[in-house]
C-alpha cells in the first residue's frame, strides 16, 4: 500500500480517524502514510524496537504460546524455578532446569526454529578437493577450469539440485 500523501513510499504508519460530519454523525476514516509524511502532518510515529527488544518481546510471545498447556507452577526440584519464571525471564535458575523443562524448551525450539536438533552443513571430501582444484586454477590463471569447477561447486552447494546434501 503506497503512502496516500505522496503517492511513491510504501504506507508504514495506519491510523483510524474519527471525524463528525456536518450532520453530526461520526465518520472513520482510515489514514496511511509514510513515515516522512506521518511526521510532517504532525502525527505520531511509534519508533521501532531496538533489535534485542524485538527478539525478547519474539521470545517471550513464542514461550507463553508454548507454555499453554503446561502447568506454569510446576517448580524444578533443585532450584525451585517455575515455568513462570522461565517465561517472565527467559532464563533458568539452574543447569538441572534444561532438563527439568526439557519438553516444555523442545516445544519452544520446535517453534523458533522449525526443529529440535542444531544442524552444521559438513563438506564433503568432493566440496573440498573441488575448492582445492578452484585455487589452484585460479593460481595457474586457467580461468576456463576456475570456471568449470565454480559451477560444478554451486551445483554441490545448491540445496534445491542437490536436496540430499544436508542430510
Request: contains cysteine.
Amino acid at each position: 500500500m503506497r503512502c496516500q500523501s505522496c503517492q511513491q513510499n510504501p504506507a508504514t504508519v495506519h491510523q483510524m480517524v474519527a471525524e463528525y460530519g456536518p450532520d453530526g454523525n461520526q465518520e472513520i476514516r482510515e489514514v496511511h502514510l509514510c513515515g516522512a509524511c506521518a511526521r510532517a502532518d504532525g502525527v505520531p510515529v511509534p519508533a521501532a524496537p531496538a533489535f534485542p527488544a524485538m527478539i525478547g518481546m519474539l521470545g517471550k510471545a513464542l514461550l507463553s504460546q508454548a507454555a499453554a498447556t503446561t502447568d506454569p507452577s510446576t517448580a524444578c526440584p533443585a532450584c525451585g524455578w517455575t515455568l513462570r519464571d522461565f517465561r517472565q525471564t527467559s532464563r533458568f535458575g539452574c543447569p538441572e532446569d534444561y532438563e527439568f523443562f526439557g519438553k516444555y524448551v523442545e516445544e519452544v525450539l520446535e517453534q523458533i526454529h522449525g526443529q529440535t536438533e542444531h544442524l552444521v552443513p559438513q563438506e564433503d571430501a568432493e566440496g573440498a578437493d573441488l575448492r582445492h582444484a578452484l585455487q589452484d586454477a585460479i593460481k595457474r590463471e586457467d580461468y576456463e577450469e576456475a570456471a568449470r569447477l565454480r559451477d560444478h561447486l554451486e551445483k554441490l552447494d545448491s540445496p534445491l539440485e542437490n536436496p540430499g546434501i544436508m542430510d
